[in-house]
């Protein structure tokens, strides 16, 4: 943290003297801040509306039912603006219909992670001695183990299904998340108020609830918003592998799997699903870093 | 070693030549000869967010050289600040005006490249932290040859020579050994010795201590001070000690000037301020310092309030709202520093006007 | 001039000497009061090393097993019959519970026999030897790029935090940190090997072992790393820059690039270095799509195929390996970490 000596070679002004501004600009700055929350959030909830709603309202053709006359139609042919797959489906369809799995899978794997990992790291935390040590060691051993390495081992034997992606990306989630709680655990545990309050015989349970998790949950919910990036790119590569969603679904990263296949003859079966994936993890790192920011977490 | 306000001036053993010629003449100001830095009007503003904080708003004073000033004054009084000045250290958000003059050479506005052949070189600083002001990943000797072959031609060789050596005259024992340590290798007084070491590595004609001994105990605090007065004497650098501890300058500086809130409020040789302390804000400094003759289990005299808010300027006298002798026509108008009495400067309207009865005694 | 101690007080006299409580600074008796704290450090660690890598070749056992799909099935192929079936597995020993075929693994990797391979017939220590200096290879070469991107580009951002410097790497990290390893391969291999024709190959060669050839892999694992990195660089060089110990450098007349490089640096470093040892285990995963991609004859790839022929003995070889490469990567950065800052390097600080 920066001294008061240090604060003033930086142009902070003297803490009596007047608020402390790190930024030295006018309020063009914070107008830039709010946008970079806005902008990405605003992308994503209309990406969201195209794949949740719009096709609850609007004729979307079915991603999996096409004909085979209509095979390989190139991007902006009429009644398919993305095109067409090797055997008919249309594109757009599946990007769409690719685009809820991804927000499924993300949201399922990231829910679970934030619950049960958070759970787990902050008992670990708070409980300290032998039952952090015990979990601690469980998850380090979750850890050490190549994320991915367990993602296709676990993905594979399960079998491909979307419930049992989200199941795989948990051990990735989970520990993760787990690992942060208990950091912010051990923070919060020695803080006044909380000394303070088990001091007082206030029961356990209610000091986590009461105290530590309100206190967490920026932290958690950053961190959160910050991996659904992460798990939205392994996700993809597991579908690019063939381990994650079976294959008739669409999935972005099946998508690129086959514009790879096609990349000598053409290339926007491979870009497409490429830029959504880009898209939908800048914006959410956007988001993710501008929440940061405004929350004041590290 | 000098108690708090057991003797006034200088420690005993220990007077520097030029300070003992210099103490006859006039008060601040008023030097004859070409004094080492002139402040006039010194003048910091910072900008942020559409407002704007008057750091130092307004402060002259002059150090002779191989003299010692004494800068008191509480957090946000600007004393800091006007160091960094003095020092060019204030950042490109900071506007200053005015004029700070090192042997005759005009500091503000001066380049970057100007600026860091002046810093190290012509003025120096202590800081007030030592378990931080070094850097902890890099060896104790390798820091003072860094400071020493910036601004001087020596070899390696000759700069390790030359570290050791400044080791060895802030006393630092065993200083070949000590050159190969890291900073946690030291206790906190060796530290401060070691900045010390470093800050005097090019013989600096003007040393900067910014509150370097709060962060000491008190035992460590007056060897550091006596260091520092021994090395003056050596030398023949001149010192600025910037402090909220009157005391403190009471038994080490020869000039003091009390800052508020971006001002100098009070600004005499050391000698004639204790003699008759008139700002109420300096009264108010003098009676919180604990004092032997008093009862025990008393409550000291306090200083209720907080210091302004500098992004604010108020019309009438900063220290107003916290001021005991306070009238009416304080808070209507800002009262000059003037030299009421010859050497003495002050800025109140009412002063406080009884001698103070022998509490400094001789 | 001598020093003046007054006498009787402790704590000026501990100034003086400034020895350690307790203890005469002899020479041979320091190196030793150095070391042992590293030792105890690394000594824990091995300890924890070895259930970690004993859980993780139980979990992969036991997942591997736990559900249908069995390594007889599918060595040979859809078409068997229910008797043939029946007949590889009890020569593979497949019909054992689980439990027991786990011992058996394990028995005889203690004594350094990782088996056969249940597709190949090789002896799986022999399969890993092979393909583990590629991937070796490229986990260095991508490690070593990373670093000679991400340092320059992080001081040329910390050396003016909101310059326009600063937005445009700190924009071209974010494009980095949000790209798939999947789209950038692709698009690496798209570039180079379409638009810049011969500047690098489009397959690399079967072994990999040309430095050419593994170059556009390394770059598609190095950037994402580099963006990671740039950023944790950045962020801890402005937290150093606002430390009381540069303020003391800047105040001896050095530029601020030279505290930059000389003071700051030095302290991020140690925390770079521990960064990209506790990541190391997510770069094993984008090492296997990597060389998917690339089609390099590395263990990652080896992987997938083993677990697409159900090879247990194979796969359990293989996450052995990198599990274990984890856990050294994990111990070597505690190591570095203890002998690059000098304050765990020399025990405990005094305060």
Request: hydrophobic share 45%; proline share 7%; glycine share 10%.
């Amino acid at each position: 943290m920066a001294g008061p000596v240090a604060s003033l070679v930086l142009g902070l002004p003297d803490a009596a003297g007047g608020s402390p501004q790190p930024q030295p600009q006018s309020r063009g700055r914070g107008l830039l801040r709010t946008l970079e929350i806005t902008i990405p959030g605003a992308l994503l909830l209309v990406l969201l509306f195209f794949c949740f709603i719009w096709p609850l309202v609007y004729p979307v053709p079915s991603p999996t039912y096409g004909s085979v006359l209509n095979a390989n139609l190139p991007i902006w042919s009429p009644g398919h603006i993305f095109g067409t797959t090797n055997v008919g489906y249309d594109n757009m369809a599946r990007i769409l219909y690719g685009g809820r799995t991804t927000f499924e899978v993300a949201a399922g794997v990231q829910g679970i992670g934030l619950v049960v990992g958070g759970l787990l790291g902050v008992i670990a935390g708070y409980a300290g001695r032998i039952v952090e040590s015990v979990l601690m060691r469980v998850l380090d051993i979750l850890i050490a183990f190549p994320a991915l390495v367990l993602i296709l081992v676990i993905a594979d034997s399960l079998g491909q299904s979307e419930m049992h992606v989200i199941w795989a990306l948990c051990a990735f989630s989970i520990p993760a998340t787990a690992r942060v709680a208990r950091a912010g655990t051990l923070r919060l545990r020695d803080q006044p108020f909380v000394v303070a309050a088990r001091l007082s015989g206030v029961k356990a349970w209610r000091i986590i609830s009461g105290h530590i998790v309100p206190n967490l949950m920026p932290q958690l919910l950053t961190f959160s918003l910050l991996g659904t990036g992460i798990v939205i790119i392994i996700e993809s590569g597991l579908d690019f592998l063939g381990y994650g969603i079976p294959d008739p679904a669409p999935s972005w990263g099946g998508m690129i799997a086959y514009g790879q296949t096609v990349m000598s003859v053409s290339l926007s079966p491979l870009i497409v699903p490429s830029l959504f994936l880009f898209g939908t993890v800048v914006c959410l790192n956007l988001l993710g870093d501008g929440l940061r920011g405004r929350w004041g977490v590290r | 070693m000098a108690g708090p306000l057991g003797q006034l001036g200088r420690r005993p053993g220990g007077t520097s030549v030029a300070s003992s010629g210099a103490r006859d003449a006039a008060g601040p100001g008023q030097q004859p000869g070409v004094p080492l830095l002139e402040v006039s009007d010194l003048r910091v503003r910072f900008r942020s967010r559409g407002e704007t904080v008057h750091a130092v708003q307004g402060i002259s004073y002059t150090v002779e050289p191989g003299r010692t000033l004494a800068i008191i004054g509480e957090s946000g009084s600007g004393k800091t600040v006007s160091a960094y000045a003095v020092l060019g250290l204030l950042p490109r958000t900071a506007q200053v005006s005015g004029s700070i003059r090192f042997k005759g050479v005009e500091i503000v506005g001066l380049g970057e490249r100007e600026l860091r052949e002046h810093r190290g070189r012509n003025v120096a600083m202590v800081f007030q932290n030592p378990e931080r002001s070094l850097n902890p990943t890099m060896k104790v000797g390798n820091q003072i040859t860094e400071a020493v072959r910036r601004h001087l031609p020596l070899g390696r060789e000759q700069a390790r020579e030359r570290a050791i050596e400044l080791l060895q005259t802030v006393r630092i024992p065993a200083a070949e050994r000590r050159f190969h340590e890291y900073p946690h290798q030291l206790s906190g007084g060796m530290r401060q010795r070691v900045i010390i070491a470093i800050a005097l590595a090019c013989e600096p004609a003007l040393l900067i201590a910014d509150e370097a001994t709060t962060a000491l105990d008190v035992t460590t605090q007056a060897q550091i001070m006596d260091l520092l007065l021994d090395l003056q004497a050596q030398l023949g650098t001149a010192l600025v000690m910037i402090s909220h501890d009157l005391a403190l300058a009471a038994s080490y500086a020869e000039d003091i000037m009390v800052m508020y809130a971006g001002r100098v409020v009070e600004q005499a040789c050391a000698e004639d301020l204790f003699a008759s302390v008139r700002m109420p804000y300096t009264r108010a400094l003098l009676d919180a310092v604990p004092r032997v003759d008093l009862e025990p289990h008393v409550l000291l005299p306090v200083v209720g309030g907080l210091p302004p808010d500098l992004s604010k300027v108020a019309p009438g006298c900063s220290f107003a709202p916290r001021c005991p002798e306070a009238q009416p026509d304080c808070q209507a108008a800002m009262p000059p520093l003037e030299e009421h009495e010859t050497g003495h400067w002050w800025a109140c309207w009412h002063p406080c006007t009884k001698e103070a009865p022998g509490e400094l005694g001789e | 001039m001598s020093a003046s101690i007054p006498l009787g007080q402790p704590e000026a006299i501990a100034e003086h000497t400034g020895t350690e409580p307790g203890g005469r600074p002899g020479g041979a008796y320091l190196r030793r009061l150095a070391r042992s704290p590293m030792l105890r450090v690394v000594g824990r660690r091995l300890l924890i090393a070895i259930p970690v890598l004993w859980g993780v070749t139980l979990l992969t056992f036991i997942v591997e097993n736990a559900l249908p799909g069995d390594a007889a099935e599918a060595l040979l192929g859809a078409n068997a019959t229910p008797a043939e079936i029946k007949v590889l597995s009890i020569k593979l020993h497949l019909n054992e519970p689980l439990l027991v075929r786990y011992w058996h693994w394990f028995w005889a990797a203690l004594h350094g026999n990782l088996g056969y391979s249940l597709y190949s017939g090789q002896p799986v220590a022999s399969i890993v030897a092979q393909r583990l200096p590629v991937t070796i290879d490229l986990i260095i070469y991508a490690l070593v790029l990373s670093l000679v991107i991400s340092v320059p580009l992080g001081l040329l951002c910390a050396r003016r935090p909101g310059g326009v410097v600063d937005r445009a790497i700190m924009a071209l990290c974010m494009a980095g940190l949000s790209i798939a390893p999947i789209v950038l391969a692709l698009l690496l291999l798209q570039v180079f090997s379409g638009y810049l024709h011969n500047l690098l190959p489009a397959l690399a060669s079967g072994t990999g072992n040309n430095l050419r050839d593994l170059t556009m892999p390394a770059l598609s694992l190095a950037l994402p790393l580099a963006a990671f990195y740039i950023r944790f660089l950045r962020a801890d060089l402005i937290e150093q820059m606002s430390e009381d110990y540069a303020v003391t450098a800047l105040a001896k007349g050095l530029s601020r690039w030279r505290v930059l490089t000389r003071h700051a640096l030095r302290n991020s470093f140690i925390g770079l270095l521990t960064v990209i040892g506790y990541n190391l285990a997510t770069l094993i995963g984008v090492t296997v799509i990597a060389e998917s991609i690339f089609g390099l004859a590395g263990l990652g790839n080896e992987l997938l195929q083993a677990i697409q022929h159900r090879d247990v003995p194979l796969l359990e070889g293989i996450v052995l390996v990198f599990a274990g490469f984890v856990v050294l990567v994990n111990l070597v950065t505690d190591l570095l970490y203890g002998v690059l800052d000098p304050r765990i390097r020399h025990g405990r600080a005094r305060s």
